[in-house]
């Protein structure tokens, strides 16, 4: 096992190349989410998208915000070998409906907004509650777990450097 | 920001290890040993300890009240007191210019300043209230999995120092190594591949 802060460091690329997979993955080919929950409905892109670029030691970041804003500014960095950074999604089940933001070199979950839950009226609604939003962040955090656990085998294989990247390329350049 | 929150912020651990005898009582020791006190000490800069989530500003773990269906839910407060550095910058200039005239000298030593500095740090400090911060955990202790509502760095350090103390488990934070390694079910040869793995080449 590596010291903590050095695989921190180390490993912030995987998440970044995480995100990079999800977002083409949303735009190509939403029948793998289905496959990590039945009830899956739609995962979109929410309103920030950022990019990273680090080449020759520079570092160049495109932050794309808004509510349907064009991602093609998106598009174009990754052809230039840019990766994401940060997502925010919108992930649909049924009638729910989930916001948050997603940190490639942590994994940090932020600015999660869940489905409406019951209002606290009483002491007796706390616990009613309480076990609702933990069911709620359990179904969004397991949903990422499944996808990151289904990228990570993938990355690890061969398919990822002769089959994957160069879809990933392939979209990037043909939109 | 809390579990009740409109809008949430997540780190998520792994927890290590196990507790001795029963899981409950153990927990309720741990968190009332180390509980953020409620008389606050006019002295430190901070104080960091945990609290209920219903009555974060009066601890309460009476009755098992952290208990919620199988998980175990608190929260972690941190006292801060920050002086802000105009108020310092004030009261240190004030404190020089009647330095100077009762000594009737024009310069203080290096020495002098620093210790009118603490001597006005040290004052203040006692005469500003803590501002809490409060941030709630969800502890499933079966699943070894704990959600932290907080990204702050600080707050997730002083979490670690602190969870260790109250209960002698260890906190693995999840970022993309440790959630490859620990989470993802690897195999041996995987686990190899991941040792040496290096950031793909997108562009040639």
């Known amino acids: 096992m590596l010291d903590i802060a050095v695989a921190y460091n180390r490993y912030k690329f995987l998440g970044n190349e995480f995100l990079t997979w999800l977002w083409f993955m949303i735009e190509t080919d939403q029948s793998l989410f289905r496959q990590h929950d039945p009830d899956f409905l739609s995962l979109t892109v929410g309103n920030r998208l950022v990019l990273e670029n680090t080449r020759n030691n520079a570092k ?9 804003a064009s991602l093609e500014e998106g598009l174009v960095a990754l052809t230039k070998g840019a990766a994401v950074t940060e997502i925010h999604l919108s992930y649909k089940t049924g009638s729910q409906k989930w916001e948050f933001s997603l940190k490639g070199e942590s994994l940090n979950i932020s600015n999660l907004k869940l489905p409406e839950t019951g209002p606290i009226e009483t002491p007796d609604d706390l616990e009613g509650v309480v076990l609702e939003k933990v ?5 969004v955090i397991g949903f990422i777990n499944n996808l990151f656990s289904h990228f990570i085998h993938l990355r690890l294989s061969n398919t990822w450097q002769n089959q994957t990247i160069p879809r990933i390329r392939k979209w990037a350049t043909s939109n | 920001m809390g579990l009740l929150s409109s809008r949430n912020s997540i780190t998520r651990y792994q927890v290590t290890g196990q507790l001795d005898g029963s899981v409950h009582e153990t927990v309720y020791q741990g968190l009332k040993q180390h509980a953020i006190p409620k008389i606050e000490d006019d002295g430190s800069e901070a104080t960091a300890g945990w609290t209920s989530l219903e009555t974060p500003y009066a601890p309460d773990f009476e009755g098992y009240s952290f208990v919620f269906g199988t998980y175990m839910v608190f929260a972690l407060r941190i006292d801060k ?74 707050a997730n350090e002083t979490l670690e120092t602190l969870f260790v103390k109250s209960f002698n488990l260890q906190l693995i934070r999840l970022f993309p190594y440790t959630t490859a390694d620990r989470m993802a079910g690897l195999s041996n040869q995987e686990r190899d591949v991941l040792g040496k793995l290096e950031k793909s080449r997108s562009k040639e």
Not at chain 2, 120 to 140: E, M, Q, S
């Open chain 1, 60 to 68: 160049e970041t495109v932050t794309i915000k808004g509510d349907n």
């Open chain 1, 135 to 139: 069911y709620l962040i359990e179904k």
């Open chain 2, 81 to 154: 007191k920050s002086i802000p550095p105009k108020l310092i910058k004030k009261h240190y200039a004030l404190n020089v210019a009647k330095r100077l005239a009762d000594t009737g000298r024009h310069y203080l030593s290096g020495n002098e300043k620093q210790s009118i500095k603490d001597h006005v740090v040290n004052t203040l400090i006692h005469r500003i209230p803590a501002t809490p911060n409060v941030y709630d955990l969800v502890w499933d202790y079966d699943a070894a999995s704990l959600w932290f509502f907080s990204n702050l760095k600080a």
